[in-house]
């Protein structure tokens, strides 16, 4: 069989696959393939698929499964597959790096000195010890992140209606975690329940100065809304991983917004990450070939 590797792995994960048969990265050869590896960058549409009428199997190095069509996939008998555990740890610490970051103050601090100013007196912190972290989603990532959020001395809430427990945070209503987060911490699929949550009338119910953190889906925030809450200052920062689109287009409102604090959608690019990806996918191509 045909791999087609389309999207960035670990450089180690060509050798490692060819016991299953013969591995590419030409994107030419999508109608050869009868697995295609993808992280997000490719789109598995309907035109994708129809492109490639030896495609058996389709894994998403990854969590989200929102770049390819999986109903569509159904109608043809193409398998999907993801990697959801792999990816915890490396979205979890960006998320633990973009609140801390915040509240140290240390993207201000670097900016201010590379700039040839010593701003001592201005740059008043704020320590995460004491304060309430409010996960919204309270699945694999919230879970790490809750962890790394208690030894910092946070208290933990999280709201996620389908749940009936967690092991990590103390599962509150909706209402309650935006009355009493100082962060708010978005790690939640992208659904027609979660788009836009992040609106106007949610951000009303939040704290006065509350601090916004995004590594789950950018489509969960209303962007102009959220922009708007930050030049007023009823949020104080919003730090974030995700993007409507990958990049945000030129006219983002959130790129000229006040203290936004973002990265380019790095969440799972670790070493490690791609490492604990390609032992994912080794074992699914295995149990792939074994049943073929
Ligand atoms: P997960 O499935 O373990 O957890 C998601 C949780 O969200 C679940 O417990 C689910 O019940 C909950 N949920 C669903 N709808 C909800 C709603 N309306 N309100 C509140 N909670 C709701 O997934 P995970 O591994 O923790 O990943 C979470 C998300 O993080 C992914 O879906 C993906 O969008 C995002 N992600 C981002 C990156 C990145 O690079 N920044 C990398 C991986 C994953």
Not at 126 to 135: C, D, F, M, P, Q
Not at 148 to 161: Q, S
Not at 267 to 272: I, M, N, Q, V, Y
Request: with cysteine; proline share 5%.
């Amino acid at each position: 069989m045909l791999i087609l590797i389309s999207d960035a792995f670990d450089k180690g994960l060509p050798a490692t696959l060819a016991r299953f048969g013969e591995v590419t990265d030409d994107k030419a050869r999508l109608p050869e393939a009868t697995v295609v590896l993808v992280r997000s960058k490719t789109k598995c549409t309907k035109e994708y698929m129809d492109g490639a009428p030896q495609l058996k199997l389709i894994i998403r190095g990854g969590v989200g499964l929102d770049n390819v069509d999986r109903e569509y996939a159904k109608t043809k008998g193409i398998i999907v597959k993801n990697t959801p555990a792999a990816s915890s740890i490396a979205v979890a610490e960006l998320a633990m790096a973009l609140m801390s970051a915040i509240s140290a103050r240390v993207i201000e601090g670097h900016m201010t000195m590379a700039n040839g100013q010593w701003a001592k007196k201005e740059l008043k912190r704020t320590e995460l010890y004491g304060k309430t972290l409010g996960l919204i989603g309270a699945g694999r990532i919230a879970s790490e992140v809750a962890k790394r959020a208690k030894a910092f001395g946070m208290n933990v809430i999280a709201y996620d209606p389908y749940l009936k427990e967690s092991d990590y945070a103390r599962l509150v209503p909706m209402d309650e975690l935006l009355a009493s987060a100082d962060y708010v911490s978005l790690h939640t699929p992208l659904t027609d329940e979660t788009k836009g949550m992040i609106n106007a009338d949610a951000i009303a119910k939040m704290k006065d100065g509350v601090v916004i953190i995004n590594s789950g889906r950018g489509k969960c925030i209303n962007e102009p809304d959220l922009a708007a809450a930050l030049r007023d200052g009823k949020v104080r920062a919003f730090g974030t991983d995700v993007w409507f689109s990958d990049p945000p287009p030129a006219d983002c409102p959130l790129l000229t917004a006040p203290n936004v604090f973002m990265t380019p959608h790095i969440g799972a690019e670790t070493k490690e990450n791609l490492l604990r990806i390609g032992a994912e996918v080794e074992k699914i191509i295995e149990s792939f070939a074994a049943s073929a």
